[in-house]
């Protein structure tokens, strides 16, 4: 197994799959916002990616420092509001590490994953690409993943390296829960809408993600793959 570089790692999903990439042999290199909570399975370096400067000079000097064979593009924020409410100031942070992170780090991780003989990009994406109230700038941003991810494959693929995007559908995690009061009742119908039945959790996210770094999955590449308990292809049956 080689380095992965996973942003977003602090919590949650990208918590998960650092743990997961850990235990599959990968070394680490977490990018977060802020220093995760307990030990952390790797390296850390903490970045804003909603500055480019910060974010350019942290992952060059991590380029810099060895070989890297894998990039999960997971760091994502959101602001709920419905179009009248929307902040133009929050849509440009979304936009900014939800998308233009991913193509930043990408471009400057490019020279190493070149080097490796089983490179990978897997970003993260989410359900709320389909449409969802209240998530016009947040979908917005996931929505511009799927493009993005099928035009970065076709780019890549010559030197070997597949793109493909996994999409949450709704994941049991700080993230969910900071968007979705779980005590709401909308919060609840979301969940009994789900064709199975409850929410997800950030390992079986994880496992998807594991499973596109894998050497079994090259010949896979441009792909956006639902995690989302069935929610994405209509309701469960009567």
């Not at 197994?1 to 977490?30: D, F, Q």
């Not at 049991?172 to 005590?183: C, Q």
Request: proline share 7%; charged share 20%; glycine share 12%.
């Amino acid at each position: 197994m080689g380095s992965a570089l996973i942003t977003g790692a602090g919590r949650g999903i990208g918590r998960a799959v650092a743990e997961a990439a850990a235990r599959a042999g990968h070394r680490v290199i977490g990018v977060t916002r802020s220093r995760p909570p307990g030990d952390f399975p790797g390296e850390v370096a903490i970045v804003d990616l909603r500055d480019d400067a910060a974010l350019s000079r942290s992952v060059a000097a991590i380029v810099e420092r060895g070989p890297i064979d894998a990039v999960v593009n997971n760091a994502g924020i959101i602001t709920v509001a419905p179009l009248p409410e929307i902040d133009i100031a929050d849509t440009d942070a979304m936009w900014a590490v939800n998308t233009r992170a991913v193509i930043r780090v990408a471009q400057l991780c490019l020279p190493r994953l070149r080097q490796s003989t089983c490179a990978r990009i897997v970003n993260i994406g989410s359900r709320a690409a389909l449409g969802k109230i209240g998530r016009i700038g947040y979908g917005s941003t996931k929505a511009a993943l799927t493009g993005l991810t099928r035009s970065m494959a076709l780019e890549l693929a010559p030197h070997g390296i597949t793109v493909n995007c996994v999409a949450p559908g709704p994941i049991a995690t700080e993230f969910f829960t900071g968007a979705n009061d779980p005590t709401s009742p909308a919060t609840r119908a979301l969940a009994e809408s789900v064709p199975l039945g409850r929410l997800g959790r950030p390992e079986e996210v994880a496992a998807v993600v594991l499973f596109f770094l894998s050497a079994d999955a090259g010949f896979i590449t441009g792909q956006t793959l639902y995690v989302c308990g069935g929610l994405t292809i209509g309701a469960p049956p009567e």
